[in-house]
């Protein structure tokens, strides 16, 4: 008989617990949806924002006219070798500052890279620009003569080991690839590769 009376006592208080716990849920699942609907509706776009999606507000880019998508199809190689020498500069810069190589290595990394970044300069004046390209193309071919100096600077650093010639170097190259940025922006949008 006294098994039969714990056994009682037992589920009662299980029970307790259960609708405890339950009602404990039952309230943080309240309090989590009155802040969903709350953030929902706080956050809902406005009509003009929803019909537009991702690109409301933006001004639609106009499409390139043919002598313009001919003058970034044929950048286009001269671009991508740019882009890949300008990061190999970089890391020869780098790899000296942490130790990896020397001023020595530093000269024989970057002093080709000179040799790359003035063919290019003349690879690409060589190219004609249609009219509503030409202040582009000055900005693109001053910012390969600005990548060729600062490869120039760089080589500095063998003759003297002075850290001077890496940070002038730096603000050259970072000069350029912003302007390669604003240049790459108008004729390759999110640098894909032009049809």
Same mark, same amino acid.
Request: proline fraction near 5%.
């Given at each position: 008989?006294?098994?039969?009376?714990?056994?009682?006592?037992?589920?009662?208080?299980?029970?307790?617990?259960?609708?405890?716990?339950?009602?404990?849920?039952?309230?943080?699942?309240?309090?989590?949806?009155? =802040?969903?609907?709350?953030?929902?509706?706080?956050?809902?776009?406005?009509?003009?924002?929803?019909?537009?999606?991702?690109?409301?507000?933006?001004?639609?880019?106009?499409?390139?006219?043919? =002598?313009?998508?001919?003058?970034?199809?044929?950048?286009?190689?001269?671009?991508?070798?740019?882009?890949?020498?300008?990061?190999?500069?970089?890391?020869?810069?780098?790899?000296?500052?942490?130790?990896?190589?020397?001023?020595?290595?530093?000269?024989?990394?970057?002093?080709?890279?000179?040799?790359?970044?003035?063919?290019?300069?003349?690879?690409?004046?060589?190219?004609?620009?249609?009219?509503?390209?030409?202040?582009?193309?000055?900005?693109?071919?001053?910012?390969?003569?600005?990548?060729?100096? =600062?490869?120039?600077?760089?080589?500095?650093?063998?003759?003297?080991?002075?850290?001077?010639?890496?940070?002038?170097?730096?603000?050259?190259?970072?000069?350029?690839?912003?302007?390669?940025?604003?240049?790459?922006?108008?004729?390759?949008?999110?640098?894909?590769?032009?049809?």
């Amino acid at each position: 008989m006294s098994a039969l009376v714990d056994s009682s006592r037992n589920s009662s208080r299980f029970g307790f617990k259960q609708l405890a716990i339950g009602g404990l849920l039952l309230c943080l699942g309240a309090v989590a949806a009155f =802040a969903v609907v709350h953030e929902a509706r706080k956050s809902a776009p406005s009509p003009a924002v929803a019909a537009g999606g991702a690109y409301a507000g933006h001004q639609e880019r106009p499409a390139l006219s043919a =002598a313009e998508e001919s003058y970034a199809a044929d950048l286009w190689p001269i671009h991508s070798l740019v882009k890949t020498t300008a990061v190999q500069m970089t890391f020869a810069g780098l790899s000296y500052k942490m130790g990896d190589i020397d001023r020595k290595a530093v000269k024989e990394r970057v002093t080709p890279l000179i040799k790359v970044f003035r063919d290019a300069r003349v690879q690409a004046a060589q190219l004609k620009a249609p009219p509503s390209m030409e202040a582009d193309q000055k900005k693109y071919l001053d910012a390969l003569k600005r990548y060729e100096d =600062a490869s120039v600077e760089m080589v500095k650093v063998a003759q003297d080991g002075k850290d001077d010639h890496l940070v002038a170097a730096q603000k050259l190259s970072y000069a350029a690839s912003e302007d390669l940025l604003r240049v790459g922006d108008a004729l390759w949008p999110g640098e894909f590769k032009p049809n």
